[in-house]
């Protein structure tokens, strides 16, 4: 079975630039996830999906962040304008809900200078 | 709002030996989920275990043990006969009931000497 698919793997940018990353979810899982990880710290949960709606965005910077997830499938999270702040690494996840156990990608590490 | 607390940034210890790996977790709800990841070097967040609230079981998996005690909230990890391959970040984290999400602590950067 094919795990979370994220691309790209690295980006470097400057600040003041927008970045996409995209997301390709396990088959069959309705729930996706975002999360950002600070060298040093535990993931931090932006934005939670259930299928194509958002349940949980209590956490993501609505000012520069926003997220999709069309037709309840792949998803994108975009970035405008990056800041330093911003370097982390941005992890996508699902699951099928309910509590259960989500499973990660390998992330895309986001360098802004 | 939910909490973990790791402790532990930082083990170190030579391989055969036996490690425990320390979580707190500070939760309202009285349905929960408590969970343990690994992230090795590769940065992939691998999933061990998932415990609910409501079953204080201990579990064993091959070298690997959990203690839960709600007691003291805590929700402890076990490595015996440690070996170099163990060598990673380890997470533990919880989610509530009426939400998927996982809060996250700090994480225990695990070092294991041969």
Not at chain 1, 80 to 91: G, H, I, M
Not at chain 1, 98 to 110: H, I, V
Not at chain 2, 29 to 53: A, C, H, M
């Amino acid at each position: 079975e094919a795990g979370v698919a994220q691309s790209p793997r690295y980006k470097i940018i400057e600040k003041r630039q927008s970045v996409a990353f995209w997301c390709n979810p396990i088959s069959g899982h309705a729930t996706l996830y975002w999360y950002q990880q600070i060298l040093g710290q535990g993931p931090k949960l932006l934005i939670q999906f259930q299928n194509n709606g958002v349940v949980d965005d209590s956490q993501l910077p609505k000012d520069r962040f926003s997220a999709e997830r069309l037709k309840g499938v792949d998803s994108t999270l975009k970035i405008q304008p990056a800041k330093l702040e911003d370097s982390a690494v941005y992890l996508c996840a699902s699951s099928l809900g309910g509590n259960t156990e989500a499973f990660f990608g390998q992330g895309t590490r986001l360098t802004v200078v | 709002a939910q909490k973990v607390t790791q402790a532990q940034t930082e083990i170190s210890v030579v391989e055969k030996e036996d490690v425990t790996l320390d979580c707190v977790y500070e939760t309202r709800d009285t349905t929960y989920y408590l969970f343990w990841y690994k992230q090795p070097p590769s940065g992939e967040l691998v999933f061990l275990i998932r415990r609910n609230s409501f079953d204080e079981q201990n579990e064993i998996s091959g070298r690997y043990s959990w203690n839960f005690q709600k007691s003291t909230s805590s929700f402890n990890f076990t490595i015996t006969a440690s070996q170099v391959v163990d060598s990673a970040v380890y997470f533990c984290a919880l989610s509530e009931g009426g939400a998927d999400g996982l809060t996250f602590g700090k994480g225990t950067h695990l070092i294991i000497q041969p």
